[in-house]
C-alpha cells in the first residue's frame, strides 16, 4: 500500500496559476509534462498533501495524479518570478488538467445530470472525517471538475487541495492526541442534497474502516520527512477516526447534515 509519487524535476515556469497564500505555479517538468506546483511553507502541508495522495490512491478517490518536483539551481536561475517562492529540494506537485473549473454551489439537479462521477462523494465525505480535512467545505478551490465529454454527462470531479487534513498544517503530535473525537461532518455545499442513499455512506465508512490496518505501512511508505512520532501520531488518529466512522454516518449529526438520505 501507499503511492510511490513519481519525481520529476522542474524545467520551466510557465507563471502562477492562482494567486493564494501558497500561489502554486504551473510548472513543466523535466517528463515533458503540465504541473500544478506549490511551494514548501515551514508548516505540515507539504507532508499532509502526500499522505492525502497515498490515501485518496488506495481509496480510488477523485484526485489529480500527484508528483514530487524537484526545484535545483537551473530552474531558479532560469525562472527568476518562481525562485522567490521555491527553495531548492522537492515539492509536491499534481497533474495540470485541461479544461477544468473550480466551482463552489452546483444546482443539485445539475450536478447529478453533469457529474459522471457523483457516486465517488461517498467515500470523500469519509475520507475528509477520518483525515479531519477542516478546509474542503468552506473552500471553493478545493472542488474541479474536469471537462470529459462534449456531451451530458459532461464533467469528473476531482478533489484538491489537502494541505489543511490532520486538523490543519500546524498540527503537532500532542494536537492530534488531543483532537475532539466527534465528527467533524465536513459535507460541502451542494454535497447535502445529492447524497441520497445511507447504505452507500456506510459502505464507504466500512471500505475505510477496513483500511485501518494499513495505515502504517502507508504513512512510514511516504517521502514525507516526518519524524517517528510524527508518523505514530498520524497512525493512531486515523485509526482511531476510521473505528467510529461507521458508527458517526449513522448518528444524529450526519442525519441533520444530509438530509436527503434514505435507509
Known sequence: MGMPLQITEARIDRGVVKHTFNSPHRIEGSDGLLYVVKPRRND???ANEVLAAALGEAL???MPDAALVTVDELFRAASPTAAAKYEL???FATRFETNSWTFDNPAPALAISEIRNLEKMYSLVA???VVANVDRKTNVGNN???QVSESSP???YMAL???????GPQWTPESLRGYDL???VPVFRFVETCLTSLPRLQEAAAELDALREGFARIVSGLRTELSQEDQGAIVEFLRTRAAELPNWVVGERYRQALGALQP
Open 44 to 46: 505540515r502541508q507539504f
Open 60 to 62: 480510488d478517490l477523485p
Open 89 to 91: 529540494g522537492i515539492h
Open 127 to 129: 475520507f475528509d472525517e
Open 144 to 146: 474541479m471538475v474536469v
Open 154 to 156: 459532461r464533467y469528473n
Open 161 to 167: 487541495d489537502h494541505g489543511h487534513i490532520l486538523t
Open 182 to 184: 466527534a465528527p467533524i
